[in-house]
């Protein structure tokens, strides 16, 4: 085969193709939700965020909130709704009690000291993103 005089064109047989399967799914509203929340947060491709070099423990970081608080680095984006939290383009499924801590640091974009009896779920996902340069200890 040759190749093609028009490297720059989207290959009409690939539109089609992609139109007829996504006429063939059927997306729910929590479809809807879970990919804009995780599109809406990606960082753009220039935003590097750099692992903690040193990271505490998770019984530590526990510790730690307690007498300090957690930030959020500027370049972080947070959404929530329903029963998922997205940080920089990764979901998280928290449900309950453990969301209301999550839903104020999205809005707020801080914490103060934070009690250590918090959901254990709520501490994953903040340890997570510590870990990951994305919040940061006060």
Request: with cysteine; net charge positive.
């Amino acid at each position: 085969t040759q190749p093609t005089r028009t490297p720059g064109r989207l290959p009409k047989p690939l539109i089609d193709c992609t139109q007829h399967t996504l006429l063939r799914t059927r997306p729910t509203r929590a479809d809807a939700e879970q990919a804009l929340l995780m599109h809406l947060t990606e960082p753009k491709p220039q935003v590097v965020f750099e692992p903690v070099e040193r990271p505490l423990g998770l019984n530590a970081f526990t510790r730690k909130l307690a007498t300090a608080g957690i930030t959020a680095d500027p370049r972080t984006r947070l959404l929530y709704s329903g029963k998922h939290l997205a940080i920089n383009g990764e979901l998280f499924s928290v449900q309950g009690k453990a969301m209301a801590p999550l839903q104020q640091l999205a809005n707020e974009r801080s914490m103060g000291k934070l009690a250590a009896a918090l959901p254990a779920r709520t501490m994953e996902v903040l340890f997570e993103a510590y870990r990951s340069g994305w919040l940061h200890l006060q």
